[in-house]
């Protein structure tokens, strides 16, 4: 089987190489760490500890798993953690948050011969999987090694599921070959096993990134942050993680509102998803008719050279780290890449601070949350701009229900925590015995 999933491979690699030149060239990505991608990975103590290796593809992955790391950390120290990525903004997020005590690396092609190079290197004695990073020469390799892969915050989204199901013959021969699966829902855990997992090891567990996200009304950094906008009693609404189409949308509805008397004290920042299109996004801002402010810029500056917090200005994010400070200096958040057909972003951590957090239809990759949150009243689902801006308007005349879905979304996070626990928990019975 692996050489058919070689060639296939091959194959996909001619039609996609064109597309990762240009990227490379023209926005510097995919340029680090080829020398991971073709296995080559060593880690700090072969000799003295067993390894569990944590793959966590991109941002999101790795920001749920640090609850997990730290449990494991803490329960099993006579093992060496070592946490893969594929993306370069997870990578360096890994980095950020475990790189001082464990091996951050780019995850392997997964070629047979590449992977198995990997794992030769690596040697773990257990290999965590974050959400659906099933490889099929990855799990056929650990297979043959005879070690326990485990799926833990597992989702198989509608859209994934529908995927699958078209190479299912496939896909039900790599996924019956998993040890474990955690699942984040009932109906993740009913696709898994549809795709071809075997029932009994399909467990329930709930979501990690509810256990991640910190429920509070105070950020480090917030008050800084305010004061280098120069905001004061102005009302601030932030919209974060944004994709391509949104912006625009987004820019398009403040100047309506703000040109209302009741709505002038109304200041927006918008903080887009990807690094690369900082630029283009600060030419929508000013082709808008708003002046700039850079906030890369702003950061750096002097004390007392603060620019006047007015409509007239559109702050933009052109950093990496600081928008969990921007929500918390929100009175709403409208959480980008979900007015797009591109699965919306991190809904959890919005909520989490108590802010009325608006989200578009597209949230597959936080479904369970959106519904979570739709079901208790504690955030709102619009479905295009006119809906935006009408809730924009709703939210900024009655105070009182904006600061009741905050309030209950925040309720809704907090009442879904725990899910660490009872991962670990089942966890602990492969390392007993590794």
Known sequence: ?????????????????????????????????????????????????????????????????????????????????????????????????????????????????????????IKPALCILMELEVWPNFVLIADQLKTPVIVVNG????????????????????????SLVLAQTDEYARHFIEIGCQRPKVIVTGSLK???????????????????LNIGNERLWVAGATGPGEEQIILDIYKQLTQQEQFSNLRLTIVPRKPERFDEVARLIEQS???????????????????????????????????????????????????????GSDIIEAAALGKCTIFGPSVYNFQQTADDLLAAQGGI???DKQELLETMQKCLSEPDFTEKIARTGQNVIRNNQGATKKTIDHIKKFLDHA
Request: charged share 25%; proline share 3%; net charge positive.
């Open 210 to 228: 509810y256990d991640t996200a910190q429920i509070t009304d105070k950020v480090n950094g917030a008050d800084a942050l305010a004061a280098q």
């Open 289 to 343: 008719g708003f002046n700039l402010i850079r906030y890369s810029e702003l950061k750096t500056a002097t004390p007392g050279n603060q620019r006047p917090a007015t409509s007239d200005w559109v702050i933009l994010g052109d950093t990496m780290g600081d928008l969990r400070k921007f929500y918390s200096l929100a009175m709403i958040i409208f959480a980008g890449r979900s007015l797009v057909p591109m699965g």
């Open 1 to 121: 089987m692996k050489f058919i999933i070689d060639f296939v491979y091959l194959l996909a690699a001619l039609a996609v190489t064109p597309t990762v030149l240009y990227r490379m060239a023209r926005y510097g990505r995919y340029r680090a760490g080829w020398s991971n991608r073709f296995g080559g990975i060593t880690r700090k103590d072969p000799a003295l500890k067993k390894c569990i290796w944590l793959h966590a593809v991109s941002l999101g992955e790795v920001n749920a798993a640090k609850t997990l790391v730290e449990e494991l950390e803490n329960k099993f120290s006579n093992f060496e953690i070592v946490i893969s990525t594929t993306t370069d903004t997870g990578f360096a997020r890994a980095t950020a948050v475990f790189g001082a005590g464990h091996k951050v690396f780019y995850f392997p092609l997964d070629l047979s011969l590449t992977m198995r190079r990997a794992f030769l290197g």
């Open 155 to 178: 989702r198989i989204t509608d859209r994934s599921f529908s995927k699958y199901k078209k190479i299912k013959p496939l896909a039900k021969e790599i996924f019956r070959r998993l």
């Open 381 to 383: 689902m619009v479905k």
